[in-house]
């Protein structure tokens, strides 16, 4: 029980880090959002429903296959929010690297939706390109995956940038 006071101060302590509110203007945190988004011809859909885990862009070489070169905004939200409202994506995982995430995509068009990683256990990772309404990722809250940024990629001022993933 003595514990518990000291407990809870360090968890305050932990929410705001890595830029929810570097800005100073934004909310901490948007609570229970209701995201819908699909792939680009429109056979698979999805909803999210929930607090987004984290909202980043990413510069890690994997990501620069999928979204042609420049890094990759995603938005984590919670796997149990997560349902596919139509169709069903295809699945890929590369067979040759340890704990490779899954990549969920649309067998038609070919669109990226969703990644699966043991990074994030429980989120569902979003590409934000595929939301139905962009504006509601807003901004990074960090920057991963820095040791790979290309010449050409834009690194944006004022947000925490990680060589790699933080652990
Ligand atoms: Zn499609």
Redesign the pocket.
Known sequence: MQNLPERSKKNRLLVPAAGWSHSGRETLREKNMSITG???????RYEAEGDPIMKAQCHCRECQYFTGGQPNDFMAMPEAGFTYTK?APKRFAKSDVANAATREF??????HIVTRSQALPGAVILKVGSLDDPTVFQQPQMILQTADAQSFHHIPDGVPAFERFPT
Do not use: F, I, S, T
């Open positions: 699909g792939c680009y011809c429109g056979a698979v169709g649309c067998p038609e068009c070919g669109v």
